[in-house]
């Protein structure tokens, strides 16, 4: 039966990581979503029937598909959609980081930035001009501080925030790719993908 999962590597691998199995009753598995549109998570679902394979292995500990407000302390693998847009996201990625032992770049968001990234050829102030000040919406006018997360300046790939273990591209990853990466982590092997699973889009 896979258990606790010790990161080997210090440094990010692409496209596996080697993992260490120790013996606690079932791996602690979080998902998180960032600056994405959930496509990735909606792929997750897609698993379908292997989700019930999954839970007699994994406990879901953190999800948005769980409603879990807090992230928890000793999770062993942690998938992570979306890039890292504002500094809610940039707060969550460190603290995902601190508490988990595989952090998985999941999706083409989080490995490259893709489409939250768009808005890194424009100039913040155009963009929150364009969106909430001259947009067909009824966004109110002034300050946002306070009432929604601040944008950094650019929107950032998961790894250069913190470091990676995994990177886990596609837009979103098919469920064949996610099973492939996810099944070999909840029993401490190497991420083996095969070349067609490393593409992008
Ligand atoms: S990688 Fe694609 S599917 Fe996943 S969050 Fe980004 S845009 Fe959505």
């Given at each position: 039966?896979?258990?606790?999962?010790?990161?080997?590597?210090?440094?990010?691998?692409?496209?596996?990581?080697k993992?260490?199995?120790?013996?606690?009753?079932?791996?602690?598995?979080a998902?998180?979503?960032?600056?994405?549109?959930?496509?990735?998570?909606?792929?997750?679902?897609?698993?379908?029937?292997?989700?019930?394979d999954?839970?007699?292995?994994?406990?879901?500990?953190?999800?948005?598909?769980?409603?879990?407000k807090?992230?928890?302390h000793?999770?062993?693998?942690?998938?992570?959609e979306?890039?890292?847009?504002n500094?809610?996201?940039?707060?969550?990625?460190?603290?995902?980081?601190?508490?988990?032992?595989?952090?998985v770049s999941?999706?083409?968001?989080?490995?490259?930035?893709n489409?939250?990234s768009?808005?890194?050829?424009l100039?913040?102030?155009?963009?929150?001009?364009?969106v909430?000040?001259?947009?067909?919406?009824?966004?109110?006018?002034?300050?946002?501080?306070?009432?929604?997360?601040?944008?950094?300046?650019?929107v950032?790939?998961?790894?250069?925030?913190?470091?990676?273990?995994?990177?886990l591209?596609?837009?979103?990853?098919?469920?064949?790719?996610?099973?492939?990466?996810?099944?070999?982590?909840?029993?401490?092997?190497?991420v083996?993908?095969?070349?067609?699973m490393?593409?992008?889009?």
């Open positions: 039966m896979p258990n606790r999962i010790e990161p080997i590597h210090p440094e990010p691998t692409l496209p596996g990581a993992v260490v199995i120790s013996n606690a009753p079932k791996v602690r598995l998902t998180v979503w960032l600056g994405g549109c959930s496509g990735c998570h909606m792929s997750f679902l897609d698993l379908d029937e292997k989700l019930l999954l839970a007699e292995l994994a406990d879901l500990v953190y999800s948005p598909i769980a409603d879990i807090e992230f928890p000793n999770v062993d693998v942690a998938l992570v979306g890039a890292i847009c500094n809610d996201h940039l707060e969550l990625a460190r603290q995902v980081r601190e508490r988990s032992k595989i952090v999941f999706g083409d968001c989080a490995v490259t930035g489409v939250p768009l808005r890194n050829a100039g913040l102030d155009d963009v929150l001009t364009n909430y000040h001259e947009g067909p919406g009824k966004a109110p006018h002034g300050s946002a501080d306070h009432v929604m997360p601040q944008l950094l300046p650019k950032l790939p998961l790894h250069q925030v913190v470091q990676v273990d995994v990177f591209p596609g837009c979103p990853p098919s469920p064949e790719r996610i099973w492939a990466a996810v099944s070999s982590l909840i029993v401490g092997d190497a083996i993908l095969e070349p067609a490393r593409t992008f889009g």
